[in-house]
């Protein structure tokens, strides 16, 4: 055989065997490392006995070495451990020094070491910080010492309560922590002739979460809590210029409340803006709880108004800015506090069960109406307007008192047959003019204060696309509806003046005869009636509807009335406003559109 066969199969042979070791060969596992303890202390006079640290790893060497200026150090390396000691320290203060252990790829572990200067004693805490969740309220911390006893120095704080107990130190809190952000504490812990140790606490804020509601943020969060406990404010929260919800909290002082409510687990609602701490109740349900639904009336605040609304298509929405409720105070007896606008203001107190599924408070588990109330306290705050009898809003409102309401029943209402009750209405407090304005107060400013009439734009449109012109009544029957004249008064008092025609739709024919007429198809069709009157009773408020600006007028219209509804209560959503236009359409149906316009 030649030699250059010999070399060939040579190489073959080398490359059958580096692809057999490929082929069979294991992946290597991670170098891992760990040593017990981490922190070693000796006393000053070096006379300590050694110190073992074990050292865990799968390297079969590792190394164990003292920092560059540790040479007080000694250590001597074993089988899986190795011993430390120290030499006599006879500084003023104490020296601290570090070894590290090293093993292959594994991540490197440090020890360190601390010797006592002389005279003094050791003294070390584990943990040396704890951190609180809302749901936790103790925790513990070992305190070691060579001393003969420890103490510990209380930060006073309000919240932070500490108790002494053999080499424990137990925490707990006195409160959650209802502030805006974590709060955090020192404690120090002393022993004689010891260094002092400090031991930093954290609780967590109850408002972990951010959400938006009706176009609002707030943040949110649950908490247990328990009734007549006292609750510490913090933050930004532990000024006066913060509302806690006036039923369910009673304020002690400017950094503490008093809870009200039953315990349990409840969820709150920290408003930044409008300064404010709402609670939502997981069933607002009868016996335990009334409900107040309708709209125009608010949480108190000192800041801006949180306007509730609520009706019936939209009641099974239960968040906070959908009703109020009324928390029982007695037998019977029930506590609700809101402010109050000038106009618009209606609702009524209702049953509800089935898990606070509002829905079912509508008539159908029991309301208490405007005739089956009989009122006392303030005078005219509320009066009766409406073929529902809601409560509406009185002359003797104020829009910057806070109103107290308490509703004792004395007939139980029921699905069938309305309930009878007392209600009394106190003054609680006056807030300042509020600083936050609302879209509604800025449409209700532009309302104010001018005379209207109706514009171009006035006419039944596409509701799909409102820039095409179904029919322009704006100008149909001689332009009669240019002639009415509407003023909106600061105090919810809305006048039609008609000059003695108003254009009305075929369906009040049978009301208004006096023009009725059919067309070419003997059709009945709009017409002109001279017998209406405008009435002197009728009223305007502006409200949100979800993300809808809303326009009502009770017992009265603008321009053209669309239907029978429309002589009692018609209710117009706002598509745009300005000091020189205002464009609505009919709630109901958008094809119904209106134009308001200064006249001069």
Not at 49 to 64: F, G, H, Y
Not at 209 to 231: C, M, P
Not at 360 to 367: A, I, R
Request: proline content about 4%; overall charge negative; hydrophobic content about 35%.
């Amino acid at each position: 055989m030649t030699p250059k066969k010999y070399l060939k199969i040579a190489v073959y042979f080398i490359a059958a065997v580096m692809l057999f070791g490929a082929c069979n060969g294991k992946e290597k596992d991670p170098d891992t490392l760990s040593v017990s303890p981490s922190t070693l202390q000796f006393t000053f006079d070096g006379k300590q006995k050694d110190q073992k640290v074990t050292v865990t790893t799968n390297v079969a060497n590792w190394d164990a070495s003292k920092g560059a200026n540790d040479g007080w150090i000694k250590i001597s390396k074993g089988d899986g451990s190795f011993t430390v000691n120290v030499e006599e320290w006879k500084g003023n203060e104490n020296r601290t020094g570090t070894i590290t252990v090293t093993a292959g790829d594994a991540e490197a572990k440090t020890i360190t070491v601390t010797q006592v200067k002389p005279g003094f004693n050791t003294l070390d805490i584990n943990p040396t910080s704890v951190k609180f969740s809302p749901d936790e309220d103790v925790k513990q911390v070992t305190v070691s010492t060579s001393a003969d006893s420890w103490d510990f120095v209380d930060p006073e704080n309000g919240w932070l309560v500490l108790q002494k107990e053999n080499n424990v130190l137990k925490i707990s809190l006195s409160s959650i922590n209802l502030s805006d952000k974590n709060l955090t504490a020192e404690v120090v812990i002393k022993a004689e002739r010891a260094t002092d140790v400090t031991l930093t606490v954290t609780v967590e804020t109850v408002f972990k979460e951010s959400v938006t509601i009706e176009g609002k943020s707030f943040k949110k969060g649950e908490v247990q809590l328990s009734k007549n406990s006292t609750i510490t404010l913090a933050g930004d929260l532990a000024n006066d210029n913060v509302v806690v919800n006036l039923d369910f909290f009673e304020r002690i002082n400017t950094s503490s409340v008093k809870f009200l409510g039953e315990t349990g687990k409840h969820t709150l609602y920290y408003s930044e803006t409008y300064k404010i701490v709402l609670i939502q109740l997981a069933a607002p349900d009868y016996p335990d709880y009334l409900i107040a639904l309708g709209k125009n009336f608010s949480y108190p605040s000192k800041i801006g108004k949180l306007w509730v609304t609520n009706y019936p298509e939209n009641s099974k929405n239960t968040d906070i800015l959908k009703y109020v409720p009324f928390r029982k105070t007695g037998d019977k007896t029930y506590q609700g506090t809101v402010m109050l606008k000038f106009r618009g203001v209606e609702f009524k107190m209702f049953h509800a069960k089935g898990g606070g599924n509002l829905t079912q408070g509508w008539g159908t588990n029991g309301e208490y109406k405007y005739d089956g109330c009989t009122f006392s306290g303030v005078p005219n705050i509320f009066s009766d307007g409406d073929g529902y009898q809601n409560w509406l809003v009185g002359e003797g409102v104020e829009e910057t008192h806070v109103y107290r309401i308490t509703v004792t029943i004395t007939k139980l209402a029921t699905a069938d047959d309305p309930g009878n009750a007392d209600v009394k209405i106190e003054k609680f407090a006056e807030y300042p003019v509020a600083t936050i304005q609302e879209p509604t107060e800025e449409l209700e400013k532009i309302l104010t204060g001018k005379v209207w009439k109706m514009g171009e734009w006035s006419a039944m449109r596409n509701p799909d696309n409102r820039d095409e012109r179904w029919w322009w009544f704006y100008d149909d029957e001689g332009g009669v509806v240019q002639d009415s004249r509407f003023t909106f008064t600061s105090r919810g008092k809305f006048t039609h003046v008609n000059n003695g025609k108003t254009f009305v739709n075929e369906d009040l024919r049978d009301i208004y005869p006096d023009e009725a007429k059919k067309n070419e198809k003997d059709e009945w069709v709009s017409f002109i009636t001279k017998n209406y009157t405008p009435p002197t009773n009728a009223t305007w408020d502006v409200w949100k509807d979800g993300d809808n600006l809303m326009l009502s007028i009770r017992n009265g219209f603008l321009g053209y009335a669309v239907n029978k509804d429309y002589l009692k209560d018609v209710q117009y959503r706002i598509f745009s406003y300005s000091g020189t236009s205002i464009r609505l359409g009919d709630r109901w149906w958008a094809g119904w559109c209106f134009e308001l316009v200064p006249a001069n």
